[in-house]
Every structure is written in structure tokens, then in C-alpha cells.
């Protein structure tokens, strides 16, 4: 079995880490129980949570990537049907329930490694509590909270404003969860729930804080609340007691560079009454287990994100999965209560419409926000968002095709020969030019990252020439062949020229630095060349590149690193043919973080694979609160 699993280590269809967990868990177990490590390793490594016994048969193995190797395998395993991997675990001291420490555990027929079936149970734990928690939650005063949700959200829209009614949901839960595309409003909905709030609790202080999943989600939280705030008319008071700067999530927990330790955790609880959490798509299972730890039980969490983007890096998609619950609308006597506190009138429906009470709390918690205040019927963006996000493959293509020139903000160039190829490197060149001559200007670090961030190529993959580092190299000889960047300066192997993007790629609290933070290279003063970063306060701190953490050239950056970001130009570049990294989410994820213009270097065959083809990610979340 293990010469087998090298193989396909050797194929690259399995990790070194799978491997050796096989290896070391395993060793002196069945060949079935060391094929049923390394694969479960493998798909915890690619996001899932769980590995459902249905997926142990060999068609399944490797996503179906090399059938020959799948079925010998399966082979060496003995050939075993469900009932067959159902007994062997049952009956290995390697797998347990749960109850003692086992390195795998086995849930009705779901594989989990311990520390993500803990983690699951725990979130699972964390939303029925909360969300039960809600009937018996301090009662604001109805008359009054509604007349200052009057005064909040003043509309002479006929239809619903679901804004007001997630802001009713968000005050009147302990954990609440705010799902919507980009310029549907979160913002703008955060900030004035946090003034009700405000309003509400009179002369009692109320401790809000905000976090993000990265530092950059986290800048970008602050400056659209700043923007959100600026809109209401709050009293010098209201003001100064809202919440200004989001954290990261790493920051706010304390978490230590390097291992899984957080300063505060069940004994040592945050201290904050009310937590907004942005970008929760973007939060693995893992860190969303170690936030619950660290809540103190009276806090009121509220999490905003855009349940269709891309799930994690990390296992988990908590947001997507927990918005599946979206569809089911909400109980009766929410509905009511909503009603009451709104003045809308929004239709419940009984209990038994949910699979169980626990379901129907969830969904009582939710709201979802879908009208677009930022992209209006003549923006290409927003409509191309729409139809990718719902599997409309042939209406995406003709909105990029747009034969009757209605939008003025989309562009999709093909990408399938060398001459393709070339044209994007040079539209790379003509948007990165501005920055780079104000470098050439001397201009101050601020301008700099400013004009670089307007414009930003994203792709899906890490390798290869439509990847970050084929495309990096090739952007940087390209900018040099050009004469943007000086010839002497030699701008390949990574080394240190004035004008070299940077994006960090893990966490080192003590630097202030976390993972998907962007500097930009440049001369200080004295002539030596600093690598300058700004925070989310607007403050510009500059770190001798030889400090830096992981890090590398950001000219491009994949669509996972990109998310929490925005920028004025995005461009996506697909390869050339279909890999299962290309999914919907994806290119949903990458379309959105465009604001006002966007470039697609694609083939037609792989952007329509990538829209048909939905993430999947394996967890047991839903079937556990369906059956909590
Ligand atoms: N009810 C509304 N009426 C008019 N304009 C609105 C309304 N809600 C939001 N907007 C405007 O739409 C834009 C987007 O709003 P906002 O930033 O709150 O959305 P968002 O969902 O947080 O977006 P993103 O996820 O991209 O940050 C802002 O300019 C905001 O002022």
C-alpha cells in the first residue's frame, strides 16, 4: 500500500503530508485503513472537512484523476464495499466517536480527522446555542427600537428594504449572519444597526469591535464604515462611541505568529459586548472555532460576506453552508416580530416547514441582501456577476460578447496562442506605468501603493506560465524590456529593485504583518530600499525587506489571495485549459472585486467549465444541525 501511495505522491495526486500521515498514523494498521488516511489527509488539504464513506470508492479517489492507480489501490485495500470501510473503522483503535483521543473520527458515516470534527462540533454547538439563546435574549424595547430603525432607514421604496430588516435581525440576535453581493448595502447596514445599538444602550458603554479575516479586508472594512458613518446624521456623541478601526481576526485574538495558541481563548474571553466579523466567507473552520473559544457569553456577534465567493484557503465553508439556510425564510413568529420592528410585511412559515427547531432558530438569524446599490443595469460587471453566480453560461457569454455596445466596463481578450499571450503582458505594462513613473517622480510611498492598487491582475493558479509565478517572471521582463523598470537594477530572482510589489503570505504579528497584506519597494530617504505598507488607520509603515515574512512579487495575485480586496481595474486570466481549480466561485470571487472596469483573458470552453462548475466542499455541518 505505502509503494502505491508513493506513486501517486510521485503523480502529484497526493502530498508529501498525506503520505507520510498515512505513514506515521498508520503503519501498523490495514492497508485499507492506510489508504483511508492519506486520503482523508489529502481532501483536508483540499478544504473539506469530512471524507463521507459514499467517496471511498475508487472512482471518487483523486477526484477521478488516474482511474489505473485509483483501482489498484482500491485493490490493495481489499476491495472493500461501504460495509466493509464501515467495520474496519468501526473496529480500529485508530477511529473513535469522539469521546477519547483518537486521531480519526467516525460521525453516522462521515471520516473526520479529531481536530476538525471538534472544531465542526463546536461551531455547531456555538450557532444552536446562540441562536436558542435569542428567544430568551435581553427584549429591547419594541416601540422604541423600531422608531429608531424608522429613522435609520428612511426609504420611499415601495419593496421591501431587506437592509432594514437584516438590522432587525442583527439587534435583536446573538449571533446573526448578513449574506450579499458586492454593493448590496452590508456596510451601509452594519453602520447604522451599530447606531441603533448605540442609541439603544442610552448611557450604558458598549464595547464593539470589528475584524476581518485579512489585513487588507480589515483597511477596506474601515474606510467604507468611515464612508457608511459619514452618510448618517450622528450626533459629535453617537460618533465618537462607534467603533473606527476593524483588526484582523489574528490580531484581535492575540494569535501568536507561529502556532495555534491565541491570548485569549475560554479562559482568558475577548472583552466586548458587540464583535462584527466582515469577509466571513473567507473564515476557515479552524479560526472560526478558535473566535467562538474566545467569546465571552454575552457578546452579540454579527458576520457579514457574500455567501456565493470562494470558501477558504482552509478547510470549511461555514458562511456557504450556513446560507444554504437562506431559501427556507424565516418562522412564523419571527416573521411577526420582524414585522412588528419593520412595518414590512414578511410572510413565515410554521415550524414544520424547517427539517427541526434547531434549523428554524438558524434561519431566523439570517438575512440576505440582493439589490445593488453599486452596479446599475448598464454596468457589465454586475450583470456578469449575476449570471456566473447563478450558472448562466450562455447569457455570461453574451453579456462579454455585448453585440449591442451596452457595456462600457467589461472586456474579454481569448488566451490561446503566444500572440495572446503577448497582449496581455502588454496591457499589463500599460496599466502598471502610472505607478511606476510616479516612483520615477519621486513621489511619496502613500501615491505609490495608491496607484498601484488601481489596477490588479488575479489568476487561479500558483504555477505555470497563466499562474502567479509565470505571469510574475513574465511581467517583470516584460516592465524591464519596456524600460519601465531600470535594466541594471536586474529584476529576476526575486531580488530587491525600487517598484517591486510584495504580498505577504503569512502571519508575524510582531512585524504588524499578516497574510495578503501588499508593500510596495522603494528608496527611503538614506537610499536603501524599504518594502512600505498601509494600514488599516491610513499610517504607512516601511520594513527592511530582508525582515519580511514569506512574501512574494504581487504584480499578479491568485483570486483566493485577492479576496477582501477591491480594485478599479481587475483582470482575471484563466489557463489555457480546464483544471478543477477553476470553479464558479472562482470567477465569481474575481469578477466582484472589480469596481469600475474588468478584463477577462479567457478561452469561451474554460470560463463555461468554470461557471458549470460549482465548489463542493464535504462537511458535516448541515446534516448535524438537520439532525441536532
Ligand atoms: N439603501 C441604499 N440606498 C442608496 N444607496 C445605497 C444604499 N445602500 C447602500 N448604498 C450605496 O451603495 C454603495 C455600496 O454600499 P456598501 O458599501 O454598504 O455595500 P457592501 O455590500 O458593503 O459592498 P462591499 O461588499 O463591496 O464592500 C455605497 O456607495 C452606498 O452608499
Redesign the pocket.
Known sequence: MMGLLNQALDQKLLRFLDVQFAQIIAAHHSPLLQLACALLSSDAGAGHVCLPLARLAPEYFFDGRHPELAEALWQAAGKPNKNAWLNAFQSSSLVGEGTSPTPLVLEKERLYLQRMWKNEGQVIQFISDYSLEKMTYHKKDECRLKQILDQLFT?NESDI?F?KVAAAVAITSKVAIIS??????????VAKLLTALIRLAGERTLRIELAAPTGKAAV?LTQ?LG??YR?LSLSAGESRRLPEKACTLHRLLGAYSKGHQSRYHKNNPLDLDVLVVDEASMVDLPMLARLIDALPNSAQVIFLG?RDQLASVEAGSVLGEIGRFLSLGYSTSRAEELNRLTGYDLKGHPIEHFPNLCVAHVCDQLCL?NKN??FDKKSGIGELAQAVNSGEHHKAHSILRDVNKKYVDIRQHALSDAKDYQKLLKDCVAAYQPYLELIKQGKDPETILHAFNRYQLLCALRTGSFGLEGLNTQIEKTLCHSGLLSLSQKPFNNSWYSGRPIMIECNDSSLGLFNGDLGMTLYDHSGALRVYFQFSDGHIKSVQPNRLPAHSTAYAMTVHKSQGS?FEHTALVLPDHFTPIVTRELVYTAITRARQKLTLYSTDKVLNHAILTPTQRRSGLVARLKSF
Open positions: 426609504s428594504n437592509q450579499g453581493g458586492p454593493g448590496t448595502g452590508k456596510t451601509t447596514t477596506r467604507s464612508n457608511a452618510e457574500d441582501l446599490y453599486r477591491e
